[in-house]
């Protein structure tokens, strides 16, 4: 008998791996739920719950918030809302999150908006369980594909970043504005909650592109990044000490100088970077950083180019076994993707509005449809394409990213 003992006492450490295995770190790497070194390799369901204008191929309709203004203009708010909906649900669905399984990657980036998490109007809908009930259902599907997930505050209460990216104002009010902050803290508490056990959510990406270039003021606002990533940490350890949490450097989640010595166990430094040279030096920064601090670093977001930039710049990451995810896994009638999908007849009716500068209400009667049917028309057949069955591959693209082509 106290022979047993004592081997349950050896093999208790086993036993506690065992039924706690989430994502973790260890010196520069991430660790798997096996104990092993692991490089992630995937991609981000952009235009998903967080739509960008050029991906609808409009010019300054930018953001969700003018997207929506245009299509509520088109066919109404009763007839936009059930366009969102239904849109909700047939841009992303298990048939997607099957194929990147077998395409070869082995995570996946999800980007969402603070505003699914309250009762603020959004896409339709003020549901503050919104949410969930979208990323529930793709974590599940995630969860059966061996995929796992990691969830991206892409827009957050006063706008992070001021530009169309976080459907903002035009300003990172947030840095500025104690109550975006606590909304902001209470959000991501909320959510570590809600999946605090749940092992397919890999990690959680706190601020995409926080700060953007374009602010005089742009070092002051600086100086609140990493406070506030400290105090959003600080809560969500207090309800989940399970999960990874993401830091993204300021400017476009390019400039690592705002950080200073890690203040977590499970950090992961994230940069993103778009029409670089593919050469070391671009890299070099984040490299130093992770090699002074023993930390793991992270690609969040690149990609939007040839084919040829897409190899260079995924062999570059490899080579010096930098994860990475990406940006985006579908467009409508685009090249630089994982997969697209064919744009609609009669597409440049909606394109036609949304790109006319409309100054006042005037305006947007003079330049409304004779035929909203005709809108309304596209527009479901937009929500049929996007589908996944009706989308083919980028082969180059795939190719250049190490993946299985064809679907």
């Known amino acids: 008998m106290k022979s047993i003992k004592l081997l349950l006492i050896c093999l208790a450490p086993f036993f506690t791996f065992a039924q706690n295995k989430f994502f973790t770190t260890k010196g520069k790497d991430i660790i798997d739920p096996n104990g092993n070194p692991i490089v992630l390799k995937g991609t981000n369901l952009g235009n998903w719950l967080v739509p960008e204008g050029y991906m609808f191929k ?20 009763d007839k936009a809302a059930d366009f969102w909906e239904k849109y909700l649900n047939n841009y992303i669905t298990k048939g997607d999150i099957q194929y990147l399984k077998r395409s070869g990657t082995n ?57 169309n990216i976080d459907d903002s104002d035009g300003y990172p009010f947030l840095f500025e ?18 999946y605090k056990n749940e092992k397919t959510v890999l990690g959680y990406d706190l601020l995409n592109e926080p700060i953007a270039h374009f602010f005089d003021n742009k070092e002051a606002l600086n100086k609140n990044l990493e406070p506030l990533y400290k ?10 000490k399970n999960h990874i949490i993401f830091l993204g450097g300021a400017q476009w989640n390019s400039n690592f100088k705002v950080f200073g010595k890690p203040f977590d166990d ?14 070391q030096d671009v890299i070099q920064e984040y490299l130093d950083y992770s090699e002074k601090y023993q ?10 180019n040839n084919d040829q930039w897409i190899l260079e710049f995924r062999t570059l990451m490899d080579k010096h076994a930098i994860s990475w995810h990406f940006w985006p896994y579908k467009k409508m009638n685009a090249k630089s993707s994982l997969a ?68």
């Open 58 to 77: 409009f010019k300054d309709v930018s953001s969700p918030r003018l997207i929506n203004q245009v299509i509520t203009e088109l066919i109404g708010p």
């Open 107 to 163: 995570s996946v980036r999800i980007p969402f908006h603070y505003k699914m998490f309250t009762t603020e109007s959004y896409l339709g809908s003020n549901n503050p369980n919104r949410g969930f009930e979208l990323l529930d259902k793709v974590i599940a599907w995630c969860k059966e594909e061996n995929l796992p997930v990691i969830l991206d505050m892409h827009c957050a209460p006063g706008g992070q970043t001021g530009d």
């Open 177 to 194: 504005s104690p109550k975006s902050q606590a909304l902001t803290i209470a959000i991501w508490k909320r959510i570590a909650q809600h």
């Open 231 to 240: 105090a959003i940490t600080a809560e969500i350890r207090k309800v989940d």
């Open 266 to 279: 499970k950090l992961v430094y994230s940069f993103h970077k778009y029409w670089t040279a593919t050469t």
């Open 295 to 304: 930390v793991p670093i992270h690609v969040g977001e690149t990609g939007e």
């Open 340 to 407: 697209t999908f064919p744009t609609p007849a009669n597409y440049d009716l909606l394109i036609k509005y949304a790109d006319q500068p409309k100054a006042n209400f005037a305006d947007i009667r003079k330049y409304a449809p004779k035929d909203r049917t005709a809108i309304e028309t596209v527009l479901n057949q937009l929500l049929e394409n996007c589908r996944f069955d009706n989308a083919t591959t980028n082969d180059g693209y795939l190719s250049g990213l190490g993946l299985r082509t064809g679907k």
